[in-house]
């Protein structure tokens, strides 16, 4: 059994699937606590062992009745750990103890009129009347021994809340941890507080941590990193050099397929600001040469994938020929989509065109216990720019698979020129960070205008916006006619040969994000 003092100041969050337990990791760790997700069926062995501050356990999309539901074992519950259920997790954790859990004749799904006892632990100093949001067709309908009711829902009086204080047990049918239930993140922090883990997870304590793990992995090696231009391999760029300084080399290759300044602000955070070893190769010509003539999207991705892994390979045999290992800017929902962080392989999303993984390196992975906006936090923290920081989802491809039709020089310097303006009026309307992907398209067709007393045969642009939570499924964004307007007007404007600005409202599905 953990005590207060041998604790460690981690909450694990039992994983009864869909995608429930890494919002509640990421609500824990807004509250500065560090946390981890767990497969549900950890044992109890391995609990004691490891000697988490608390545990909760997650919703998850079945029925503790059905054949081979997901529970836990018992004798996590005997521990002494604090543990919190949360939807689900209630109901497997009433069941455990001896209460009962039926189908219910009021299932309750979306805002919930809850009534709760301030005067709890769990709902201390929230008011006894609030909106939750519910999703469930079974309930808790008999708590168990030696738990006080503390919330209820509904004209049925379901039981909502519960809690024994003295084993320090708490849970709710609702769900604490979606915007939807405005007082649920007090209710993960009444969690913590009752569990005594302290706030400790911090923007520098995660430097400082990751710093320490990066010179005890590398000692004296060299180590060599990929920069894309992305948000991952900055900051892990960035926290490896923080680390060992000198032993690191960047290689940037400039495959000419960016955004506007994108290889600039490469130069000049890494080369200028931080001075680190940064070694940038001009591969625009090589690309442009590679790509002349070939319209069809799986091959211009293939030759943008092979051509990147080339250059790359030979400027790090030149530059960083001794270098031991590589820095990846793997992330926490990587591997816990890859199976708990356990696989440590190379995603070729995270590079530039991805690299072959028979690569002889050992990995170094500094963000692979980090959320995106966590990465986001570090990298602000260790000064890199604010637009590398909170740059969209960007493809390997890069433009490349935003010109219909074939990439040419004269096509790039079109796109970018009008992507540039839809970015920087999307920002100026305060919509950038809602916004998951904006970017201009531009399509392999001509439309006819007429500008002053000219007709024009000219070039049209699409603009495409959407709001995404991971890219998966993604909905076209709400951009207000005024600012779609004045895009418009500033890129015909602005940019010579584009005569039209059109804006795309399809969602994913049945789109794609990106056109190629
Ligand atoms: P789609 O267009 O399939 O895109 O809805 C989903 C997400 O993936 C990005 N994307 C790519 N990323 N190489 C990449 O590294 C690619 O070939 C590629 N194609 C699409 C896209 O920008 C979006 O975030």
């Not at 009752?194 to 710093?211: C, F, H, M, Q, Y």
């Not at 207000?480 to 418009?488: G, H, Q, S």
Request: charged share 25%; glycine share 8%.
């Amino acid at each position: 059994m953990s005590s207060q003092s041998d604790q460690h100041d981690t909450v694990f969050v039992l994983d009864f699937g869909a995608q429930y337990a890494q919002v509640i990791a990421r609500r824990v760790r807004e509250a500065h606590v560090y946390s981890e997700i767990v497969a549900h069926d950890i044992t109890a062995a391995e609990v004691a062992e490891r000697r988490p501050a608390g545990l909760i356990l997650s919703g998850g999309p079945k029925s503790v009745h059905v054949e081979g539901a997901p529970s836990i074992d018992p004798g996590i519950l005997d521990l002494g750990v604090p543990v919190l259920g949360i939807c689900y997790g209630h109901q497997v954790m009433a069941q455990a103890l001896g209460g009962r859990v039926a189908k219910t004749d009021a299932p309750e799904f979306g805002r919930t009129e809850f009534t709760g006892d301030p005067s709890s632990t769990l709902l201390a100093d929230q008011p006894d009347s609030q909106t939750v949001w519910m999703s469930h067709n079974d309930a808790v309908v008999e708590a168990p021994e030696g738990f006080a009711v503390i919330g209820r829902t509904g004209v049925s009086q379901q039981i909502a809340a519960m809690e024994d204080p003295s084993r320090r047990l708490f849970s709710v049918q609702y769900h604490p941890e979606v915007s939807h239930t405005p007082h649920g993140q007090d209710v993960i922090k009444s969690f913590l507080h009752a569990a005594g883990a302290r706030p400790s997870w911090t923007a520098l304590n995660v430097i400082d941590e990751a710093v320490e793990a990066i010179r005890a992995q590398v000692g004296d090696g060299q180590v060599l990193c990929g920069l894309s231009g992305g948000v991952d391999s900055a900051v892990a760029a960035a926290l490896v050099h923080r680390a060992v300084g000198d032993q690191l080399t960047c290689v940037f290759v400039d495959h000419g397929l960016l955004r506007h300044n994108e290889a600039e602000q490469v130069q000049q955070a890494f080369g200028d600001h931080f001075d680190t070893h940064l070694v940038t190769v001009d591969a625009k010509e090589r690309f442009l040469t590679a790509l002349a003539g070939v319209t069809e999207p799986e091959e211009k991705r293939k030759i943008i994938g092979r051509e990147f892994i080339r250059v790359f390979e030979a400027a790090s045999l030149e530059h960083a020929g001794d270098a031991k290992f590589l820095v990846q800017g793997t992330l926490y929902p990587d591997l816990i989509e890859s199976g708990h962080g356990t696989a440590s392989t190379i995603k070729s999303h995270h590079n530039v065109g991805g690299l072959p993984d028979d690569l002889e390196f050992d990995l170094v992975e500094p963000l692979r216990w980090l959320f995106k906006d966590e990465v986001r936090m570090v990298g602000e923290e260790l000064g890199l720019p604010e637009e590398m920081v909170w740059r969209q989802p960007f493809p390997g491809p890069g433009l490349g698979v935003r010109i219909i039709g074939e990439v040419t020089q004269e096509r790039l310097d079109l796109l970018r020129a009008a992507d540039r303006i839809v970015l920087a009026e999307l920002k100026r309307a305060g919509l950038e960070r809602e916004i998951w992907q904006s970017f201009a398209v531009l399509p392999a067709i001509r439309s006819v205008g007429v500008q002053g007393d000219e007709r024009t045969y000219g070039h049209p642009i699409i603009i495409r916006a959407v709001t995404s939570e991971d890219a998966m499924t993604a909905d076209f964004a709400r951009i207000p006619y005024d600012v779609l307007e004045k895009i418009a007007t500033r890129v015909i404007n602005e940019v010579p040969g584009i005569n039209r600005v059109a804006y795309d409202v399809t969602s994913k599905p049945p789109g794609t994000i990106e056109w190629e």
